[in-house]
Structures are given as structure tokens and as C-alpha cells.
């Protein structure tokens, strides 16, 4: 079956420009997790969701960052004026339900801000 | 807050030798525990976790973990190294609390397999 899904898998774009980057979970998983990893670095919680509630999106940097998942399955994270620190890995992961399930990852976006 | 911390960014072992990577957690609640594996230019897999069963976890290939309440610690063993281990292994914590189970990773070990 179908993995996670990450689109695009890379993107580079101008300092002050707008992105969005989209996750495509497994079919029928509840929960979908946002990371941003640094070369070198663990993953760095962000937000996520149940179904299409965000539950907690105490990892979100600072206001410019937000995430969507209006049919509880697609989402997507936004990084509005963007800024070269906004450069890295974003990770998209999905499990079955929260708690002490597998989270299956994505390939990831790279991300590069010019 | 939960936190992991995992003790050497790099780990060097001959191949067949012991493999230990060390992780220790903190937790205010009974947590779930997790160690992921990550090879060159690919996503994040398991390898094993503990959600309050047996506190010795076994894992895919060859992998296990001993969960210490007491140390507060979740190390991963492996017996015999094979040149194939050589990758970055990631300790992750997650807890339940009134946000739902929000998942903290550690910085993560990169395990070198010397021949």
C-alpha cells in the first residue's frame, strides 16, 4: 500500500515569499504529525492533528507557521514571509491513532530559502 | 514536559561487537517509548517501542531495549554489530496529557560500523 506522501520534495524559494507544503497521510490513519529537522538534529515537534482537529500546536515557531487539515485527511503546513532560518527538512508523519502507535514518515521537503 | 536526551552524537563499533546507544527521558506521566532509525537520504523507521508491556523490547532486525523506571532510561542493545546498522538512531518520548500525545524526539546517534 501507499506510504506518506510529501509534495514537493524540494523547494527553494526568495526570502519573503509564501509556501505551503503538503502531506498526504496513509488512507485511514487519524493522526498526522508536522516535524522540522535540522541537518545533524532529531526531528522538532511542530503541530498536529486528530482527524482534522489540531490538538497541539505548541511546536509552531512563531506566528508566520500554520497548519491545516480541513477533511481530516491532506494537510498542509504553511510558512508565510519566509525567512533563510525557515530553511530545512519538513517531515510529515502519520499513525493510526495517537498514543503509542507507529508513526510512518514521509520522505520530507526540503526547504531553502534564499 | 517529557524530554530525551541521548547520551554521544557518534558512536563508533567494529563490526560484531555490542552496540549501545544510550537514552534517558523525562517524564511526569507513564510514557511511550520509541526508537526510530534513519539511513542516508530516507524518512524515519521504527525499530521498536514500549507502551507499559514488557519493559525488554524487542525489535526488527535484532534490535531490543530495556525500559528503567528507576534510571529513567530506554538504551538500545544490539549484540553483534553488522556493517548494515551503520545509520542516525533517534530516542522519542510521548506522552498523554489535556493536548493529546504531542512526540518529543532526541538529537539523535549516528552509529559508524567499522570492519
Known amino acids: 500500500g501507499a506510504g506518506v506522501s510529501q509534495s514537493p520534495r524540494y523547494k527553494v524559494t526568495k526570502r519573503g515569499q509564501d509556501v505551503a507544503l503538503r502531506c498526504d497521510p496513509i488512507?485511514?490513519?487519524?493522526?498526522l504529525y508536522w516535524y522540522r529537522q535540522a541537518l545533524g538534529q532529531g526531528p522538532e515537534f511542530l503541530t498536529y492533528f486528530n482527524y482534522e482537529a489540531q490538538q497541539d500546536k505548541s511546536g509552531l515557531p512563531n506566528d508566520r507557521f500554520s497548519a491545516e487539515r480541513p477533511e481530516g485527511s491532506i494537510s498542509t503546513l504553511t510558512i508565510q514571509r519566509t525567512e533563510q532560518r525557515d530553511s530545512a527538512m519538513y517531515r510529515c508523519?502519520?499513525?493510526?491513532?495517537?498514543?503509542?502507535?507507529?508513526?510512518?514518515f514521509g520522505p520530507g521537503t526540503r526547504l531553502t530559502v534564499t | 514536559a517529557q524530554s530525551v536526551t541521548q547520551l554521544g552524537s557518534h558512536v563508533s563499533v567494529s563490526e560484531g561487537a555490542l552496540v549501545l546507544l544510550r537514552c534517558n527521558y523525562s517524564?511526569?506521566?507513564?510514557?511511550?517509548l520509541f526508537w526510530y532509525v534513519q539511513y542516508p537520504n530516507q524518512g524515519l523507521q521504527l525499530l521498536l517501542k514500549y507502551t507499559s508491556a514488557a519493559t525488554l523490547v524487542k525489535g526488527i532486525n535484532g534490535f531490543e531495549a530495556e525500559f528503567k523506571k528507576s534510571e529513567t532510561s530506554f538504551h538500545l542493545t544490539k549484540p553483534s554489530a553488522h556493517m548494515s546498522d551503520a545509520a542516525e538512531y533517534f530516542c522519542a518520548v510521548s506522552e498523554g496529557n489535556t493536548g493529546g500525545f504531542k512526540t518529543i524526539f532526541g538529537a539523535g546517534t549516528r552509529l559508524f560500523v567499522k570492519a
Open positions: 488512507s485511514g490513519h487519524v493522526s
Open positions: 508523519a502519520s499513525s493510526l491513532v495517537e498514543g503509542g502507535y507507529e508513526q510512518y
Open positions: 517524564s511526569s506521566v507513564p510514557p511511550y
